[in-house]
């Protein structure tokens, strides 16, 4: 190993520029000048292509393998990014939005208790039984409508969601892990026990810090008592959950999490 690694060349950091340029110049496009992605999109390809020719040396053959996977992976991300947006519209259609806004606005005059609940427990428990983005398709417009700003909209189902993600979908991330690592029963309950375990914390973090993303240290000294009892509930309930069927656990933890944020309202 060591004398594999003696004859590799000197790392030159002018190639860690040139491969992360096209990405920053696609940054620098669509938030400083506000381009588009169908402006700012063909340009950092164009760009991607030109430093893999003259920094990389890349042939012919390179650009086209590398630009069809690319076109692959876009495909599966809009697979993913369709139906969320298609459960959006439907609700939208039918209504549902504004009624779930209703019923959410009702529960408490608190601002911050409600965006601990619409922000963080309702879509963890959407990402428990759907995930692929429907958590943050559906509860960041119903922030929006409830009042709050559109960047508080956007950044804390985003933030919220995420400690649900391995146990969500059903346990979909959780049984793909364990299949590709191969691993016997045994192993299968020590992961998932140490991943409870890890995500339990996380999960009580999320929620300390969706209240600083609010107000600051004021919205985390109003929200952390409710933070902390819905944290150390959705975590423990996601450790005992487990023990017993981790495909539901990131589900049953939301459930539970949606009937404590209902009985801290009253």
Same mark, same amino acid.
């Given at each position: 190993m060591n004398e594999a690694l003696a004859v590799l060349p000197p790392i030159n950091p002018l190639y860690w520029i040139a491969a992360i340029s096209p990405i920053i110049v696609l940054f620098v496009l669509m938030l400083y000048f506000r381009w588009g992605a169908r402006r700012a999109g063909p340009v950092s390809w164009i760009i991607a292509v030109l430093v893999g020719v003259f920094a990389f040396g890349a042939d012919e053959t390179v650009i086209s393998v590398a630009s069809a996977k690319g076109m692959w992976v876009a495909l599966w991300v809009s697979y993913i990014i369709w139906p969320a947006l298609l459960i959006y519209q439907l609700m939208k259609k039918v209504g549902a939005l504004e009624e779930i806004q209703d019923k959410f606005r009702s529960l408490s005059e608190s601002r911050i208790l409600q965006l601990l609940v619409v922000g963080w427990v309702f879509p963890s428990f959407l990402q428990g039984v759907t995930g692929f983005g429907t958590p943050v398709a559906v509860t960041a417009p119903l922030l929006l409508g409830m009042g709050f700003s559109p960047l508080i909209a956007a950044a804390t189902p985003l933030v919220g969601h995420a400690w649900a993600v391995t146990f969500g979908s059903l346990g979909s991330s959780y049984h793909a892990a364990r299949l590709v690592t191969e691993l016997t029963p045994a192993e299968s309950a020590g992961f998932a026990n140490w991943?409870?375990?890890?995500?339990?914390?996380?999960? +009580?973090?999320? /929620? &300390?810090?969706? =209240?600083?993303?609010?107000?600051?240290?004021? $919205? +985390?000294?109003? /929200? &952390?008592?409710? =933070?902390?009892?819905?944290?150390?509930?959705? $975590?423990?309930?996601?450790?005992?959950?487990?023990?017993?069927?981790?495909?539901?656990?990131?589900?049953?933890?939301?459930?539970v999490g949606l009937g404590v944020g209902y009985l801290l309202t009253k």
């Open positions: 991943a409870a375990l890890l995500l339990s914390i996380t999960c +009580l973090l999320t /929620g &300390f810090v969706i =209240a600083y993303m609010y107000k600051g240290f004021n $919205g +985390l000294k109003k /929200g &952390f008592p409710a =933070a902390l009892i819905l944290g150390v509930t959705m $975590g423990g309930v996601l450790n005992l959950t487990v023990r017993l069927e981790p495909s539901v656990a990131s589900f049953v933890s939301g459930i």
